[in-house]
């Protein structure tokens, strides 16, 4: 069951611009993480957010964990073509079970 | 320090045919996933081991799929009989506990046709 949606499924920007991506549940996470996956590749952890209303920086990547722990976003600055891959976030329940979201597919244009 | 190591990276089988998938985790980690991804269902879980033991393999999808850990280093992912619609990539996939972050292999890209 996916419990988690992401929004827009895909994205496809030019170089400089910023965007962001949505993860929205009806389910509280106890903590949420978004992961890259590049193409060929498994995804690899960015971040880890725990608590509600937290905002966490990884230098042009903006992670915020919404107040009621349901939803999160991803706010990238001046994308770069390097930025280009599959974004997951996982919500994490009581038991430390992770369920990923949907995914959002992102290409940026050079 | 190696990463999850999964083979094979590409498999290409007819239907009906076995397919053994296989890890082998990151040293120390004592969690083990099996994830299965597919553009349509996205990334799925298939079976959690938690100290080699079989926590939750509720994600299984039928008896044709089932899985083994039988120690803290190695693990396969069995398809038999396998039909196309199983095509995949298997992701394996450990942790140190259950809820810390996760790290990925590279995935077996496994084709049934």
């Known amino acids: 069951t996916q419990l988690l949606e992401q929004s827009p499924q895909f994205l496809s920007i030019q170089e400089g611009e910023n965007l962001t991506v949505y993860c929205n549940s009806s389910?509280?996470?106890?903590?949420l993480q978004w992961y890259r996956q590049e193409p060929g590749e498994g995804p690899v952890l960015l971040v880890t957010?725990?608590?509600?209303?937290e905002v966490k920086k990884l230098k042009r990547l903006t992670f915020q964990f919404g107040d009621a722990r349901k939803d999160s976003s991803l706010h990238i600055t001046a994308a770069q073509p390097g930025d280009t891959g599959l974004y997951l976030c996982?919500?994490?329940?009581?038991?430390?079970?992770?369920?990923f979201g949907t995914g959002t597919s992102l290409t940026v244009i050079p | 320090d190696a990463g999850v190591i999964q083979s094979p990276r590409h498999e290409v089988t007819e239907m009906g045919q076995e397919v053994t998938l296989r890890c082998k985790p990151i040293?120390?980690?004592?969690?083990l996933f099996w994830y299965r991804q597919t553009m349509m269902r996205g990334l799925e879980l298939l079976i959690y081991?938690?100290?080699?033991?079989?926590?939750?393999d509720s994600g299984m999808p039928e008896d044709r799929f089932s899985a083994k850990m039988p120690n803290a280093s190695f693990s396969t992912l069995k398809i038999q009989p396998s039909e196309p619609r199983d095509s995949a990539v298997y992701f394996c996939?450990?942790?140190?506990?259950?809820?810390?972050?996760?790290?990925f292999g590279e995935g077996s890209w496994l084709t049934v046709v």
């Open positions: 996982a919500g994490a329940n009581t038991g430390n079970q992770f369920y």
């Open positions: 081991f938690n100290n080699n033991v079989p926590i939750d």
């Open positions: 957010v725990v608590t509600g209303g």
């Open positions: 389910s509280v996470f106890s903590s």
């Open positions: 040293s120390g980690h004592n969690s």
């Open positions: 996939a450990s942790s140190w506990t259950r809820g810390n972050t996760i790290y």
